[in-house]
């Protein structure tokens, strides 16, 4: 596993930083800014814009310098260790570094040239790596024919060209389309795959939901909460269920019924037939639904188990709502978005 370099060793992490802080006058770009990321694991660091996230990346790639605060990457202090930092780490910055003009074979030999390969060794690389990423039938075309995931994987792929311990990809998929964007997921997992840790940095909550082994969500310099991003979710609470009846008549009827057997508040929906049942962390209480329907000999339309988003979740924690969400700001209302506002409650 090329991850671990350490001889005395097994790494457990390969990146770990405790209270980083950098501020730039009086912004605090980093204030106690604290990470674990598992060797071998994609994690996300997830948080809005301004929130610090390409600081802890420059930070972390000793690009800056923090004003306090440690961090090691594959084992190594970024502090005393700077240089052999850089040689065990890939960074894919906002920034691509590719020239338009050559063809996506030529840009990863002269990456491959100026890292010290040798021209054979730079080639034969440069051939893995396009093969790699689906670029093999592009090698020869100039980059300014590339579609925007095309040149976004080209410079993931030069930013690899050194296989290292670590990569950091802030933001990969800013600008992308759809396509692009699961190419570049594709690109990611594949990386992640073949042993090298990964840190991505993103605005968008689906994309660490895709990706991330487990998540940092950031804010105002300081990681606010942490962990996989079912765990994330389940801080919020179960999530509810949503019974559309086929007899619209009987709904009051059903959201009591239902209400009892779940200890929960019901909720219906008139126009769309719809009892919602607030349910609790860890069970489903699916089984006890049909139950009840079955014994009121009740048909139901659809029965959906919904988990809170990981939007959801976001919004619920960072200090940035749309007024609707968090009105009454405890964290477990956040996510009765959906439901408009002429349900009625039935006790
Ligand atoms: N070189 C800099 N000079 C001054 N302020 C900076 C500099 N870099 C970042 N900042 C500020 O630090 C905060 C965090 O920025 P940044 O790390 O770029 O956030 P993110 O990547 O999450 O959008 C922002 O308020 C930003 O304006
Ligand atoms: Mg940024």
Known sequence: MPTVHSPHQSLTYSLIASGLQKSYGDTHALDG???????GSIHGLLGPNGAGKSTAVSALCTLI???????TVAGLDIRSSGKQVRERIGLVGQAAALDDILGGRQNLVMFGRLFG?????????????????????????????????????????ASLIRTPAVLFLDEPTTGLDPRGRNEVWRAVRQIAESGTTVLLTTQHLDE???????????????????????????????????VM?????RLTEAARLLGEALGTTAVVDDYSRTVTLEVPPGGTGLMSVVRVL?????????????????????????????????????????????ESADNKETP
């Open 33 to 39: 800014f604290d990470l674990r990321v598992a060797a």
């Open 65 to 71: 310098d923090v004003d306090d605060g440690s961090a």
């Open 117 to 157: 390969l040798r021209s054979s060794a730079a080639r034969a690389r440069a051939d893995e790596l396009l093969h790699q990423f689906g670029l093999t039938d592009a090698a020869e075309r100039p980059v300014s024919t590339y579609s925007g995931g095309m040149r976004r994987r080209l410079d993931i792929a």
């Open 208 to 242: 660490a939901d895709q990706l991330a082994d487990r998540i940092s969500v950031m804010n105002h310099g300081r990681v606010i909460a942490e962990g996989t991003p079912k765990q994330l979710k389940r801080r919020l609470g179960g999530g509810r269920i949503e």
């Open 245 to 249: 009846l086929e007899d619209g008549t």
């Open 294 to 338: 079955d014994g009121a000999a009740l048909t139901a339309d659809d029965i959906a188990l919904r988990r809170p988003t990981l939007d959801e979740v976001f919004l619920a924690l960072t200090d940035m709502p749309p007024a609707a969400s968090v009105a009454d700001s405890s964290p477990d209302s956040a996510d009765r978005t959906a």
